[in-house]
């Protein structure tokens, strides 16, 4: 299979722009943890990627946002470049991202071949996006922090401040997030919405490309190229 029909203007021009956002999102003043690890606005515009774009542009322009940071540019949260990122505990949480951003686009992509793309959908294609996310970072910042993923030590009496070590993995890397990233994937789900809506054909998907070239068939050329 050919893959020149993949590289289209538009497609490499939507993944550029998601990047970007991405990008954008760790600009937002954000709140970081006694654990060292930011809340920024990351979840919500990697699962809008992957909500409007499906699995491979979606996790193409999370994959762009790696390569460019790692190159050194300051788009990681609190402005960290380079390979220092993996210094950071939190690093874990964005390539949990990235294999999420997978998983959720292939979910919308057969949403969208069903014409079963709503809000209440898109909704529960991005939930998804947190339990994986979640496998893969909090394993990672709990061995960074030494700490166990989801058992006390044994000398504590019960769960304590982050100082005194009585804490878990589950406890410093999930829970403080979930309230915050469920309210992002519901503002992203919102958003990726009213994209369908005005722009069925951004998905790429053959059905999408069909119900337009039915409409106009001097765009058959151009939704035949953005199928992905």
Not at 20 to 43: K, R
Not at 73 to 78: G, L, M
Not at 115 to 136: C, E, M, R
């Amino acid at each position: 299979m050919s893959l020149h029909k993949y590289f289209t203007g538009t497609n490499v021009a939507l993944v550029a722009v998601f990047a970007g956002l991405i990008a954008a999102s760790t600009a937002v003043p954000e709140i970081t943890l006694v654990s060292g690890v930011p809340i920024s606005l990351q979840t919500f515009a990697t699962v809008l990627a992957a909500l409007v774009l499906g699995p491979w542009r979606g996790a193409a322009s999370i994959t762009l946002y790696l390569v460019v940071g790692l190159a050194g540019a300051p788009v990681f949260a609190n402005g960290v470049a380079g390979f220092s990122i993996f210094a950071r505990p939190s690093w874990g949480y964005l390539f949990g991202m990235l294999a999420a951003s997978f998983v959720v686009g292939l979910i919308v992509r057969a949403l969208r071949r069903r014409g079963a793309v709503s809000f209440v959908s898109l909704l529960g294609a991005g939930l998804v996006s947190l339990p994986i996310t979640y496998a893969v970072g909090a394993p990672i910042l709990a061995n960074k922090l030494g700490i166990n993923l989801l058992t006390l030590p044994a000398t504590c009496e019960g769960i304590g401040d982050f100082s005194s070590g009585c804490v878990t993995g589950l406890g410093v890397g999930i829970v403080p997030f979930l309230p915050g990233d469920l309210i992002k994937v519901f503002l992203a789900a919102a958003v990726a919405a009213a994209v369908h809506r005005a722009y069925p054909w951004v998905l790429g998907t053959r059905a999408a490309a069909k119900a337009k070239t039915q409409a106009n068939p001097l765009h058959e050329d151009h939704e035949s190229a953005a199928t992905v």
